[in-house]
C-alpha cells in the first residue's frame, strides 16, 4: 500500500528528525507539484463573498448564556493527497460530521439568527474541550504545554472575553510601548465595545525579511468610533527564548493569542523589528467580522486555562486564522501550498475574494503598504486611519 511522504515523515523512528524533515519536505513539493496552484475544486469566490454566503448583513443576536458553536463540517472534495496533508497539518476537532463524499454544495447558508455567545474560561461543552490540543508534528515527546513559564513581559498576560447581550468585555488588551527589539513598557488594560459597532475586520501580512515565501500574518478589527483591536497568534517566548522553526516542530513553545491595541502590533514591526506590514481590507460584511472575532474570542478563552504547544505547519499564525474561517464557513479557504508559505497568503486570500479583487494584486499590494504611514503618524490619536490614509474628523 502506498504511504505518502507526510505521513511516512511520521512513521520514521522519535530520533530521525532530520530525516522527517526531509521527508515531509519531499511530500510537500510532491503535493505542490500535482496541484499546480489553488486546490482542485475552488468554488468561484465572488458567488459566495467573505465567508460564502454565511451571517447575512442583517444583526445577528447575541446571548449572555455561553452556548458552544456547532463544529464545522469537514472539507469535502480534496484529490486523495491533499487529503491527507489536511489531516496531518491541519487536524479537525472532534466531534465533525463527515458529509458524503459526493456531496456537490457542501457549504449551505447559516441563519441570520445564529446566535453568537462566548464560552467563559474553564468552560467545556459535554465534557470535552472545543478546542483540543494539536499534536505536534515530529515529535512524540511527553512533553506538556503550561502557562506556568517564565515568560518574557509581552507574554506574560492572557486576555480572556465577555459578552454580556451586545456588550463585549475583553480583559488584559495589551497596550506596551516598545523601545526596541524586545524592551517595552508593558500596559494591558479591560477594554468595553458594542459588539454591534464592529464594521471591519483586515488581513495584515509581516513578510520576514529576506525569506520571501514566509511571514507572520494578524487580523485587525475596526469598531464604528475608530478604535482597531488586534489578534496576533504567536510563539509564547520564555525569558531568553528564541524563536527557531525547527524547535517549533518539537514541542519547544508554547502558542498564545496576543489581543492588542493595533498601534502595538504594527508600530513595534515597523520601528524596531525592520519589517513591512502589509494592511488588506477583508470583503467581511460586519455580521462576518463579529461572528470571526467571537470563534476567535471563545479560542482566547479556552488557551486561558488550557495551554497548548505552538506546530510549525499545524498550528501556527497562519493554520489557525484559516481555521476559524472554516468553521464559519466549511471549506471557504481550501488547501493551498500558500497557507504553508505564508508570504503567499495575501495573494491566495485576493484569489478566493477574501480581500479586494477588483484591482490588480501588484496596486493593491502597493497600497497595502502602511510603514511610511506608521512612523509618520506613530504618536497620533488617529493612528489606525491615518495608516489607511483615511480622512480624520477633528
Known sequence: MFTPLPQLALLLPTGS????????????????????????????????????????DAQ????????????????????????????????PRPGSPTAPADAANWVSPAPAETPLALLKPNSTTGGQS?????????????????????????????????LNGDE?????????????????????????????????????????????????????????????LGVSVEVRLEKGEQYHPVGGLLKQFEIIYVVADERDLIRVRVEHRN???????????????????????????????????????SNNC????????????????PYDYRVLLPGFADHLAYELGLIDNSV??????AKARVNDLALRYKDSEHFSAQIRGETVRR
Open 60 to 91: 445577528a443576536p447575541v446571548s449572555d448564556s455561553p452556548s458552544p458553536i456547532a463544529p464545522a463540517p469537514s472539507e469535502l472534495g480534496r484529490p486523495p493527497l491533499l487529503a491527507q496533508l489536511d489531516a496531518l497539518l491541519m487536524p
Open 318 to 333: 497562519t493554520t489557525n486564522i484559516v481555521r476559524h474561517i472554516n468553521r464559519l464557513a466549511p471549506g471557504r479557504v
Open 17 to 56: 528528525h532530520c530525516v522527517r524533515l526531509v521527508a515531509l519536505a519531499l511530500g510537500a513539493s510532491l503535493l505542490v507539484g500535482c496541484v499546480g496552484g489553488p486546490a482542485a475544486g475552488l468554488r468561484d469566490p465572488a458567488a459566495g463573498g467573505f465567508l460564502g454566503g454565511r451571517y447575512a
Open 168 to 228: 463585549l468585555t475583553i480583559h488584559n488588551v495589551r497596550n506596551c510601548e516598545f523601545y526596541s527589539y524586545r524592551d517595552c513598557i508593558v500596559q494591558h488594560e479591560d477594554r468595553k465595545y458594542r459588539l454591534s459597532d464592529l464594521r471591519t475586520v483586515d488581513f495584515l501580512v509581516v513578510p520576514f525579511t529576506g525569506a520571501e515565501a514566509l511571514a507572520h500574518t494578524m487580523l485587525s478589527f475596526g469598531f464604528a468610533n475608530g478604535e482597531y
Open 360 to 365: 490588480p494584486f501588484a496596486q493593491l499590494k
Open 130 to 162: 472545543r478546542f483540543p490540543v494539536i499534536p505536534a508534528v515530529f515529535s512524540s515527546d511527553p512533553l506538556v504545554p503550561s502557562n506556568d513559564r517564565d515568560w518574557v513581559p509581552e507574554h506574560k498576560v492572557l486576555a480572556w472575553a465577555e
Open 275 to 313: 519589517c513591512e506590514v502589509l494592511a488588506y481590507r477583508s470583503t467581511a460584511t460586519p455580521a462576518q467580522a463579529r461572528a470571526l472575532l467571537i470563534d476567535i474570542l471563545n479560542r482566547v478563552n479556552h488557551l486561558h486555562d488550557n495551554p497548548e504547544f505552538y506546530d510549525t505547519l
